[in-house]
T-cell receptor
Framework: DQQVKQNSPSLSVQEGRISILNCDYT??????FLWYKKYPAEGPTFLIS?????DKNEDGRFTVFLNKSAKHLSLHIVPSQPGDSAVYFC???????????????FGKGTHLIIQP | DTEVTQTPKHLVMGMTNKKSLKCEQH?????MYWYKQKAKKPPELMFV???????INESVPSRFSPECPNSSLLNLHLHALQPEDSALYLC???????????????FGSGTRLTVV
């Protein structure tokens, strides 16, 4: 059962417009959510995160919104640029018993294509 | 140095071979991770090391054997793999549970493993 879901495999947006990537989760024990960007043949790159006690976090062109009651988060990129074309993964961090570090649960990713 | 370095980048091995994947970081991160990513799938957590001790093993078969010789190095020893083990193996590090939510995880570029 997938605990982190990205239901849009791909998204095409015109350069300069807003890109909105969506993510849903099922596990209410997740305490942080993160967005990663991945280019082919490279590892994922951390973009932005949000704590489960907040509803918004902003960093430059990237803003993440969290709706805890709906178990939904979204990443907004404004304005979209050609270099933003990549696969975007939503990830969630939960609390493992007895561990000092926690692994991430990833969604399947959304391929964002920015069109000139 | 803000990178996680993985070697080799590509590896082809037979089912009777023994090989090792290596991962190195010099950021002073105390948590290190192995993830496995198959084509068109999200990365899946395999192992977590916290302060050089194995803290999480996500029910990974014993033909995968992790090792953390020191705080900067993480190895994954492979023995008697199956063709279905072919995947991209990603190493990551983080500052640990108290900071990883903010800084995220730093991933390496991965080792593309093919088992023949």
């Amino acid at each position: 059962d997938q605990q982190v879901k990205q239901n849009s495999p791909s998204l095409s947006v015109q350069e300069g417009r807003i890109s909105i990537l969506n993510c849903d989760y099922t596990n209410s024990m997740f305490d942080y959510f993160l967005w990663y960007k991945k280019y082919p043949a490279e590892g994922p790159t951390f973009l932005i995160s949000i704590s489960s006690i907040k509803d918004k976090n902003e960093d430059g062109r990237f803003t993440v919104f969290l709706n805890k009651s709906a178990k939904h988060l979204s990443l907004h990129i404004v304005p979209s640029q050609p270099g933003d074309s990549a696969v975007y993964f939503c990830a969630a961090k939960g609390t493992y018993s007895g561990g000092g570090a926690d692994g991430l649960t990833f969604g399947k990713g959304t391929h964002l294509i920015i069109q000139p | 140095d803000t990178e996680v370095t993985q070697t080799p980048k590509h590896l082809v091995m037979g089912m009777t071979n023994k090989k090792s994947l290596k991962c190195e970081q010099h950021m002073g991160h105390r948590a290190m991770y192995w993830y496995k990513q198959k084509a068109k799938k999200p990365p899946e957590l395999m192992f977590v090391y916290s302060y050089e001790k194995l803290s999480i093993n996500e029910s990974v078969p014993s033909r995968f054997s992790p090792e953390c010789p020191n705080s900067s190095l993480l190895n994954l020893h492979l023995h008697a793999l199956q063709p279905e083990d072919s995947a991209l193996y990603l190493c990551a590090s983080s500052q640990g549970r108290t900071r990883s939510y903010y800084y995220g995880y730093t991933f390496g570029s991965g080792t593309r493993l093919t088992v023949v």
